[in-house]
């Protein structure tokens, strides 16, 4: 076990590696910089530019310097907390993301939580009524979850609370608690608010996972130790609780390792359109206007979040099923 | 068995008798001609046998078909031209098509539009005006617009009246027609998913192949490769490749920028699907035989293992279909995608961003209805197609 734990963990390194390249890269693959953009808009506005300060900018931030010297400072920062310095607000990067980041975790976190607990009953309740009218109508729901655009879903939710009951779901907490500090009533403004955006980012996974616990489950009931123990006189229920169910239990939560990229991503468009506090909003603004170490840090955030969220449920499905741990590395 | 063998003194040889006469091996147990047709089938009959039992998908995929099908004609179909402005006429209610005026039958019409400027709250606010009874003209002279960038012509199917504007489905902030420009953005919103969906074709079945039938170092990097884009969310990254595309690009350029990206983050399922079957056919009896006959290797390939799953390919790329149209959808719902002069649904749902705007024309989101549908057609058939493409199981 602990074997397959370090060398999980160890693959993760690479991993980052080759992420924070690929980030970096897109990052500063575009033609005009955030200097550039920021000279045109003064001239645009016709006020005079002030080149000795851009320079200094420039110098500051290291663009005087090869990319690859600039992608080397900025990994080298982010090792020990740094994420650069935003550009657009004049401030260090993690000043700017402040809670965001934990609202992004809470909510995806959340997310999975209520993924597991609707996919969880639905999907065992489907598998053995198979073919039955509530199965069909389950499965077709659960369809109709996976296929709905979590951004499209976001708006029609807007556009009728607006409607019937006047009220306005965005937003992650009471305006007023923007800026405050973690206190009681914010912790619980912000998880009256949470439950939209969850059901909301949740469909899709929710839609997912019913049908493959379904088709996994289904798999297993017809295997012959069901059959044995059918036989041997087991209740259905507890045949089912005691082998089947463990197994797929399994797979439940391995197939975390892939929704949560999905959950994440989602989120983030989910974010923008119900203009949460989490790193959506943020994110897009600074790619919008180049604010590269703003942006690029975000991108790298988001994507250890998700390595780390795949590592949990890989571990915890190793630490599950011996059977995963004799196989190494990939479990997916 | 029952063959009689005949009792033999020891170490005498063996009598064996064979017969001259024609064997023909289906005497043995005849068959019926129904259960000929189903033991002799090909693969791709029992697949359309087995797909046509999914009611849904054959539903989702006649719905398809005739979308798709709109697409060469949108100019003929569209009752305006995607970009006509009509300034008298800005967010303009959809109008109900009658075809009774006060119990009296006058075959297809809308009742006048009156505009008022509300000056108490400066909202536009429009009447119907009963008295007006404007028939709809088919097959009529409407908008000139060029067929396929060639042919001059300005017949449409159906065109307003003549003595007043028809917004079957309202009309945007410009006055532009809802309906003809939900049509013609089609166009552009149905070809993203196919071209995109080419590319990670392409990508996933060379990279799929190389590693899955060289496996070695090739495999390992590819398969590394595989699990880190997996491993980083999708959207994000979508949104960063979209935003340096330079904003001097014409939009028929960052149409295929866009349509590029997509397929560049898709082809990963593919490879690995592809892989994983190289994989496993390797190592059946028939690819042995072939072997010992004395095929090479693009033979066997090419005539025996791709064949083998291109079924599972196709209807795995018919799944991924949805997220890319959804790609798009979601990328131009941002401004980040296509823009302005071309039509497509994201590019319609980016003025339906602001929901004070929404809650008073609530009509700008009829194109969240055509992306949907289109979405679930989608996957019923990937769903039907999943489930025909292995015709053997059960």
Not at chain 2, 245 to 250: F, H, I, T, Y
Not at chain 2, 302 to 305: A, T
């Given at each position: 076990m602990l074997n397959y734990l370090v060398r999980r963990v160890l693959i993760m390194i690479p991993t980052l590696l080759v992420t924070s390249a690929i980030i970096f890269t897109v990052m500063s693959a575009t033609p005009t910089n955030y200097f550039d953009n920021l000279v045109q808009d003064m001239q645009a506005q016709g006020e005079k530019v002030d080149t000795a300060r851009i320079d200094f900018m420039k110098k500051e931030y290291g663009f005087d310097k090869p990319p690859v010297e600039r992608y080397f400072w900025w990994v080298g920062g982010l090792l020990h907390g740094d994420f650069g310095y935003s550009f657009e607000y004049q401030l260090p990067v993690r000043q700017v993301v402040g809670d965001r980041m934990w609202l992004t975790i809470l909510l995806s976190f959340s997310t999975i939580v209520f993924t597991w607990l609707v996919a969880f009953p639905i999907g065992i309740y489907s598998a053995t009524h198979q073919y039955s009218w509530s199965d069909y109508g389950l499965t077709t729901l659960g369809l109709l979850g996976l296929a709905i655009p979590h951004f499209l879903l976001a708006l029609i939710f807007l556009y009728f609370s607006n409607q019937w009951?006047?009220?306005?779901?965005?937003?992650?907490?009471?305006?007023?608690?923007?800026?405050?500090?973690?206190s009681w009533d914010k912790f619980t403004s912000i998880l009256s608010h949470l439950w939209i955006p969850v059901i909301i980012i949740g469909t899709a996974g929710t839609g997912s996972m019913i049908r493959a616990v379904r088709a996994n489950l289904l798999e297993e009931l017809h295997k012959q130790y069901v059959v044995t123990a059918r036989s041997k006189g087991l209740s259905p229920m507890r045949v089912l609780f005691k082998y089947p169910f463990r197994m797929s239990l399994n797979f439940f939560v391995s197939d975390i390792g892939s929704i949560l990229p999905s959950v994440i991503s989602g989120g983030e468009l989910v974010a923008i359109v119900l203009s949460l506090q989490t790193t959506g909003p943020l994110l897009i603004r600074a790619l919008q206007s180049q604010d590269i170490y703003l942006a690029g840090s975000f991108l790298m955030m988001l994507s250890t979040l998700t390595v780390i969220g795949v590592l949990v449920s890989d571990l915890a499905l190793a630490f599950l099923d011996p059977r995963i741990r004799m196989q190494g590395g990939a479990t997916r | 068995m029952n063959l009689q063998v005949p009792f033999q003194a020891p170490g005498a040889p063996l009598a064996h008798y064979v017969s001259d006469k024609p064997f023909d091996v289906g005497a043995v147990a005849k068959l019926t001609p129904a259960q000929e047709r189903i033991y002799f089938a090909s693969q791709w009959r029992l697949m359309w046998w087995k797909f046509k039992r999914h009611r849904m998908a054959v539903v989702s995929s006649v719905f398809l078909a005739l979308i798709y099908a709109t697409l060469p004609v949108s100019e003929f179909l569209a009752p305006y031209e995607s970009n006509t402005r009509h300034t008298d006429f800005i967010r303009a209610p959809p109008q109900a098509v009658h075809l009774f005026d006060e119990g009296r039958f006058v075959g297809p019409f809308v009742y006048g539009l009156d505009y008022k400027l509300n000056?108490?709250?400066l909202r536009r606010e429009y009447t119907v005006d009963r008295d007006r009874v404007q028939k709809l003209r088919f097959l009529c002279h409407g908008d000139p617009y060029d067929f396929w960038g060639l042919i001059p012509s300005d017949r449409h199917l159906v065109c307003p009246p003549a003595d007043g504007p028809m917004f079957l489905w309202g009309s945007d902030r410009l006055g532009r027609d809802l309906l003809s420009r939900i049509i013609y953005g089609a166009r552009i919103s149905l070809t993203v998913g196919l071209i995109g969906i080419s590319i990670s074709f392409l990508l996933g079945i060379t990279i799929g192949g190389l590693a899955g039938y060289y496996g070695g170092w090739f495999d390992l990097l590819s398969q590394r490769l595989i699990e880190i884009i997996h491993s980083i969310p999708h959207i994000p990254i979508f949104l960063a490749l979209a935003a340096i595309?330079?904003?001097?690009?014409?939009p028929i350029l960052v149409y295929f920028g866009i349509t590029l990206i997509l397929g560049m983050m898709d082809w990963t399922g593919l490879a690995r699907a592809v892989r994983a079957k190289l994989f496993s056919l390797r190592e059946e009896d028939y690819v042995l035989a072939a072997q010992l006959m004395g095929a090479r290797t693009p033979r066997i390939l090419?005539?025996?293992?791709i064949p083998g799953f291109i079924s599972h390919l196709i209807a795995s790329a018919t799944i991924t279909i949805p997220a890319m149209i959804l790609g798009e959808t979601a990328l131009s719902f941002l401004g980040l995608g296509l823009r302005p002069p071309i039509v497509s649904w994201g590019v319609m749902l980016n003025e339906a961003q602001n929901m004070n705007v929404v809650s008073l024309y609530?009509?700008?989101?009829?194109?969240v209805a055509p992306v949907i549908l289109v979405i679930l057609a989608f996957n019923f058939m990937g769903d039907g197609l999943r489930d025909a493409a292995d015709p053997y199981s059960s």
């Open positions: 009951f006047g009220l306005s779901i965005g937003g992650l907490m009471d305006p007023k608690y923007f800026d405050a500090p973690m | 000056m108490q709250n595309m330079p904003a001097s690009w014409s090419l005539r025996h293992l609530p009509w700008l989101l009829l194109p």
